[in-house]
């Protein structure tokens, strides 16, 4: 008798080469190193630590209801996130999601504004380094003067911190892929620990009830005053699309990858969550001033006595390292995903992959000097801190918009199927799917991310500007995202012209009429 023998599932590597890429970077991630990438660019405790103050000094202890809302969200951003990088288990996930749902052009500006906002995340997570170092020991104030991050003492320590700290993210970024796995996963798992003991302790030494939390006690009206508090939520809940950046190094990464994209922010924003609604409870005092100005830094310290709380910052320090590390990493998978496609300046140089490391160099290396590029800013100001910070959430929720958009186009044409339940990878595994849910949930997220969006970028003097009223960093946020548009578009006549007239000079030579130019 005859039998046919099953053809055994494809391997990683062919199934990337139907995207018609060949494996060179390193697969060696599994599922731990996969959630750690996501959770880690995350980092509820680099981020909670450093925009805590913010939120108070806003929205006082009603700040804490903006969590829920933020999170739930970026949830719905999330799921639809799950079921593309189910599909498409490629590095640059952003920028290759949005191409493969629109346009080439719309996604080209897609990546071009992600690569943009994930090189101001690096910036903004390695100027964290202030809110934690000088409280664990005045030395770490370098230029000395008061180290708040808002004077001009603090702003200028900042950004020589963040400068020592991207040169290390950099080198181990260059290193080598397992490196940087273990690195990333041992950062992730201390976070965590960190995290649990905080939130543990805190609540042991609560100073006041639950129902704090539904006074605002900020600045201004209630609904403004908490728009602005959610910039706290907002800022922390990013970056967990990252294990989908990584999907070319994930093993199994069509279904590895959705699961950690949802664990990741799902973790992450339990624990940021209980983390803010301790603090708040465990603080001596909610109108001394110190909560919106110093932050969590101050619960720690005052609370848990001297020598716990400046322990437990060095594990916040620890966790800021690794987030600038991670989201560099995130940035130079964009940067090489957009390199290898040709479609930005330098792409030869920038799509090389050391066959020894598994790792794009070139990319690293460009990513962490223009970071430490905008890091200067704060030498000129200390309200820089915060427009980075907030230019660089404005980036990546309109990049993730310019993904979910799409995608809500094509399941309202009916050109979506994988959505539908029942698909299955090239192994036989079922994909992830929202089934019948995907349509309404994906509408939410794209009303969502728009409304966070303007909420964010909408021009207040006094969240901008408060110490000197100057238009350039009231509006700065929209002065860089025109900046960017305006960058793109110019980038792209360029190479297009400069393609029309090759192709016109190729046509010339072989004497052959040119019918279309075509577009890159």
């Not at 000094?57 to 009603?62: C, D, I, K, R």
């Not at 202030?130 to 003492?153: H, K, Y």
């Not at 200067?376 to 404005?394: D, H, K, R």
């Not at 949930?441 to 006094?462: H, I, Q, S």
């Amino acid at each position: 008798m005859d039998v046919t023998a099953t053809p055994p599932p494809p391997t990683d590597e062919a199934a990337l080469r139907t995207f018609g890429y060949r494996q060179e970077l390193h697969r060696s991630m599994g599922r731990y190193a996969s959630f750690a990438a996501g959770f880690s660019f995350i980092s509820v405790l680099t981020t909670v630590f450093q925009f805590f103050a913010i939120g108070y000094s806003f929205g006082g202890p009603a700040f804490f209801w903006t969590w829920p809302i933020v999170l739930g969200g970026q949830i719905l951003v999330a799921l639809c996130f799950a079921e593309l990088a189910a599909r498409y288990p490629i590095s640059g996930s952003i920028y290759q999601w949005s191409t493969r749902l629109s346009t080439p052009t719309f996604g080209w500006f897609a990546g071009w504004i992600m690569i943009l906002g994930q090189i101001v995340v690096i910036a903004a997570a390695a100027l964290a380094l202030q809110v934690v170092l000088p409280s664990i020991w005045p030395g770490f104030q370098l230029v000395g003067g008061d180290p708040a991050p808002t004077t001009a003492t603090g702003a200028a320590n900042a950004a020589i911190l963040g400068l020592i700290l991207l040169a290390l993210t950099t080198a181990v970024n260059v290193i080598d892929n397992r490196v940087l796995a273990r690195v990333n996963s041992i950062g992730v798992t201390t976070e965590i620990i960190g995290a649990v003991l905080i939130v543990v302790l805190l609540f042991t030494h609560a100073e006041h009830g639950p129902g704090i939390t539904f006074s605002t006690g900020g600045q201004g009206g209630a609904i403004g005053a908490l728009l602005v508090g959610s910039f706290t939520a907002a800022y922390v809940l990013i970056g967990f699309d990252s294990a989908g950046e990584l999907s070319e190094e994930t093993r199994n990464p069509r279904r590895v990858a959705p699961r950690t994209i949802l664990t990741a922010l799902t973790a992450a924003g339990l624990l940021g969550g209980l983390i803010i609604f301790a603090g708040l409870l465990a603080a001596p005092s909610l109108t001394d001033g110190r909560l919106a100005t110093e932050g969590l830094s101050y619960v720690l310290t005052s609370s848990l006595g001297d020598w716990v709380g400046k322990l437990l910052l060095a594990d916040v320090a620890v966790a800021i390292a690794v987030a600038t590390m991670a989201i560099q990493t995130a940035a130079t998978r964009m940067l090489f995903s957009m390199a290898r496609d040709g479609v930005v300046p330098c792409s030869g140089a920038l799509s090389r992959v050391s066959p020894r490391t598994g790792m794009p160099t070139g990319p690293a290396l460009v990513t962490g000097v223009l970071a430490a590029a905008i890091l200067l800013l704060n030498f000129a100001s200390p309200e820089a801190f915060l427009a980075i910070g907030t230019t660089c959430i404005v980036l990546l929720y309109l990049a993730y918009a310019m993904v979910t958009g799409p995608l809500l186009v094509q399941r309202l044409r009916g050109g979506w199927r994988g959505g539908a339940p029942g698909g299955l990878a090239e192994d036989g595994t079922p994909l992830f799917s929202m089934g019948r849910w995907g349509l309404p949930v994906n509408a939410v997220a794209v009303c969502y991310g728009l409304a966070m969006t303007v909420n964010l970028a909408w021009p207040r003097a006094e969240v901008y500007a408060p110490i000197t009223g100057h238009w350039f960093f009231q509006w700065f946020t929209v002065i860089f995202l025109a900046a960017v548009v305006a960058l793109g578009l110019v980038y792209r006549r360029l190479r297009l012209s400069g393609a029309a007239a090759g192709q016109v000079a190729v046509a010339s030579a072989a004497q052959v009429p040119v019918t279309n130019t075509g577009q890159a």
